[in-house]
Structures are given as C-alpha cells and as structure tokens.
C-alpha cells in the first residue's frame, strides 16, 4: 500500500479518536469531575504580570511583558514558594519573553557575559560561570554565538547531547537543525533519561520535534520507555497530527481525559460506620444481569476517592479482602446521546497490593447528578481491563481484556455487548481472524465496522502489529490491509 494512502487512513482514525477524547472532556466537564482544588496557574494574590508569564505561551506573552514593563510593573514580583517570572519563561522556553525581562533588569542570578548572550550578543571570551558557553549560547537561542564557539570548547567538538538538549529547552529549532547538520545525535539523552524529541513534545513545539523527527528521532522512545514515550506525551492535536505523518499509529497517544481518579465530588458527603465499611468493604459479583447495587462505603469511594479515615474503620491489609476502590487504571468511559457518562471496570493498583482487584461493574452518571452502578455475575460479566468501548445504536460494544492470567484465552478475543437501556451483559460469539487475547488498544466505529488497533497481545505481551475490523452484522473478524504501522 502507498505510504500516502497508510498515513491517510492514520489520520482517519487519529480524527475519530481525538473527538470521543473532545466529547469524553465536554462530558467530564459537564458532570463536574475536572474541577481542582488548586489555582491552575498558582495563587490569585499575584501580580498580573507574574499571573500572564504563567499562562500565556511566548508569542502572546511578549506583548503583555512590554505593556507590564512600559507601565513600570516589577519584573521580579513574585509569590511566596513560587518561581520568579524570569524563571518561569527560561525553564518553558520562552526565549522572547525572558530577553525581555532579563533587559528590564529581571534577577537572572548570571554573569554579565552570560546576560549579553541572552540579549543576543557574543562576548569574545565569555565568562558564563559553571555552564559551558557553547551550551548556554544554544540553552539561550543565540546561533550566532553557538556558531562562533563550537570548534572552541569540547562540548562542541565532542558533539555532546547537552547542546541538544539545551537547544531544543529554548525552543529553537533552528539551532537544533544546525547541530544535526553538524552530526549532532537527534535522539540526544539529558542527565535525567529525557530525549530530546521527548522535551519537544512536553513543549508542544512541533517545529523542533519535526526537526528531530525528519532526522531519524524516535517517535516511541527507546527501549523500555514505553509508557513516558514521545508519543505518549503528545497531547495537541497538532502535534499528534506530525507523529502519525512520521508513521505513527494513533493507537499510541494518550487520548484523555484521565479516567483513572474521577471523583465524584458533587455527591454528598456521607458519615460512614464501621458496619458499613465491613459490610461492603470488597466487590461481589452481582446476583442478577444486573444488579443494581451502590452501598453507602462504595458511593462514599466515589465521592472521596481516599482511604484517609479507614483506620478509623476498622481497616487492615488483607489480599484476599481488598478494599472497594473507584480509582483504576484501564477502565473505559462513553457519552450516551443523552449526556449520560458510563464507566466500565478497570483494575486498582496492581498484584502486589494488597488492594488490587479487577473490576466487572458500570457505574452511571446521570445529567442530573444521580449515580446508578451496576454488578453482574462473573459468568456473565468476568473480570474485565484495558478493554476498548464503542458506542453502536444503543449498545456499547466492549472489546479486549488482559483480567487475571487464569481468564486469559490464546487467539480469542472478549467481545462483551452492554445494552444502554436497562444495561444488561451479552457474550457476542464472533467468527474470522480475531486479533487475539488483545488488550490495551483503541477501537472506532466506521461505516464498515469497529476498527481495532494497536495494544498488546497475549501470551507475551507482544505488539499488536495488525489493524482488525469487527463487523457488527456478520461479528466476524478480519484483519485490515494495512498493518504496517509504528
């Protein structure tokens, strides 16, 4: 298949994935789980100077500064335990802004030599204190005099990552596509195990992470970084867009929101007893498909999200007892039409804690704030993670599991059915080439079917190299012709 066709039908999917991640965000928003204690961008008693460097990206941000200056604001204003407006614009990158406070007489704590360098100019034998000056002309986006002290110092003759890695902090793309002309290591490592596409991307500065990529820069990391991945960290549609150009599988990104801990805050707050925590301290399966069932300690979960007051409870560590958790990784979450939120399973913490369970239950938000949630028996509902969920009609289609290895069935794959109207299980018996015991991956609905791809598959935890289309009228499987994806 043409590579433009394969990069073609990547943004196909990218498309349909990044907006259920845009309708998953407005749900959340609507039902109030993305609210934070905490002043996003620090304390409100802080200058409105100190409040836009912390907000605004470089572009914007620079104009404000000029207005701040011009109308005497102190550059150095800064709240009590937080990072001066100086600091703020060096560690983000924002060079134009930082010149600009560093020429107001902001404190930058360096040398003379080391402000001219920021200011643009190139002292004939710079005194930049413990930084190298060759590094710190590209840490301060000053090609000119990264030019003249490279065959100077070692750290340009050696070629060092430093240069790199300083280079693309400053967001300066150009002098990063000069080093690799020079034979510099695109896939450059800092002293705390970042690569260099990997700041470019918690930046979001697509033109220095698309140098890096046009240089060989590796899109998912080295080895062993699979969950903090370059990839992984691409949040704006933008930059995701560049990574599935550079042969990316969508499947790949961390499409939000975070469905790990969303407490539900606007639930009343409830006195718990010691009864009610014995009682109902761990899961059970349901007695019916399905029962619904939501006691005072599991709703309280919800609510809170915390064990701090379980001692007081009677709590103890028990393996075989783990306490009833709504924080979990590998749950799935769906819009209904409606604007009903449903959440699905997921597993808490892992093996070795002693509250680690996976989950077989759906819990309900209702747009007016009522909570319904269900449990089914385990030969109806087993326990189910990092399964995929696509709403089809009126049903919610649950693709993929890891659960526990005694579950786990090589070359098949879990297809579970959750009708949305009185939210009962089905078991849906499919036929063709499945992907396998699958799990970790993402779906889309399309005309022809659910897509499946990406994750991994088991025994192994191997990569799921295959694209797969599940026919939701035949329920056969068949695997896609593109499968050469990253």
């Given at each position: ?48 100077l100190?409040?836009?460097v ?17 109308a ?95 280079a ?157 958790s709504f ?11 409606d ?32 909570v ?26 649950l ?19 959750l ?31 659910i ?36």
């Amino acid at each position: 298949m043409p590579v433009r066709a394969t990069i073609m039908k990547k943004l196909e999917l990218h498309a349909l994935f990044q907006a259920e991640e845009e309708r998953l965000q407005r749900a959340f928003d609507d039902h109030g789980l993305n609210n934070e204690d905490l002043d996003q961008y620090g304390p409100k008693a802080s200058s409105d100077l100190w409040r836009d460097v912390s907000e605004l990206p470089d572009d914007v941000l620079s104009e404000k500064l000029r207005a701040h200056i011009h109308a005497g604001a102190d550059v150095n204003a800064t709240p009590i335990g937080y990072s001066t407006p100086f600091q703020l614009c060096f560690g983000d990158g924002k060079m134009e802004s930082m010149r600009l406070l560093v020429g107001a007489g902001a404190q930058a704590g360096w040398t003379h030599d080391q402000v001219s360098l920021a200011l643009g100019e190139v002292p004939e034998v710079p005194q930049t204190g413990e930084a190298d000056p060759f590094c710190f002309a590209c840490r301060v986006g000053n090609l000119k005099a990264a030019k003249e002290y490279a065959t100077q110092f070692d750290s340009g003759r050696n070629k060092s990552p430093d240069a790199v890695i300083a280079a693309v902090k400053a967001r300066a793309s150009t002098i990063v596509k000069w080093l690799i002309d020079l034979g510099f290591d695109p896939n450059a490592v800092d002293d705390i195990k970042w690569e260099a596409l990997e700041r470019a991307v918690d930046n979001d500065d697509t033109s220095t992470a698309e140098v890096l990529l046009a240089a060989g820069a590796a899109p998912l990391g080295s080895q062993g970084k699979s969950f903090t991945s370059p990839a992984k960290k691409a949040v704006s549609n933008e930059m995701r867009v560049l990574f599935v150009k550079y042969g990316v599988n969508p499947a790949h990104f961390d499409y939000g929101p975070c469905l790990e801990t969303p407490n539900l805050a606007r639930l009343p707050e409830i006195t718990l007893t010691k009864s009610d925590f014995e009682a109902h301290r761990s899961h059970r399966p349901g007695r019916s498909n399905p029962e619904l069932f939501l006691p005072v300690f599991w709703r309280e979960q919800m609510r809170d999200g915390r064990y701090s007051r379980r001692e007081s409870l009677g709590f103890t560590p028990d393996q075989d007892n783990p306490v009833w958790s709504f924080a979990r990784y590998g749950r799935t979450a769906t819009v209904l039409p409606d604007g009903r939120l449903v959440f699905v399973a997921g597993e808490h913490e892992d093996h070795y804690d002693p509250d680690f369970c996976i989950y077989a239950d759906v819990t309900v938000l209702g747009t007016d704030g009522n909570v319904d949630h269900y449990i089914y028996p385990e030969d109806v509902f087993p326990p189910t993670d990092n399964q995929s969920a696509t709403l089809v009609g009126k049903q919610i289609w649950l693709i993929g599991c890891l659960g526990y290895p005694e579950q786990r069935k090589d070359d098949q794959t879990q297809v579970l059915c959750l009708n949305t109207e009185d939210f009962s299980i089905s078991t849906v018996p499919t036929s063709g080439h499945a992907p396998g015991w699958l799990h970790g991956h993402r779906s889309a609905l399309t005309a022809k079917g659910i897509v499946v791809t990406g994750g991994k598959i088991e025994p192994g935890y191997r990569d799921n190299e295959a694209t797969f289309l599940l026919n939701t009228e035949t329920l056969c499987w068949s695997e896609m012709p593109d499968s050469s994806h990253s």
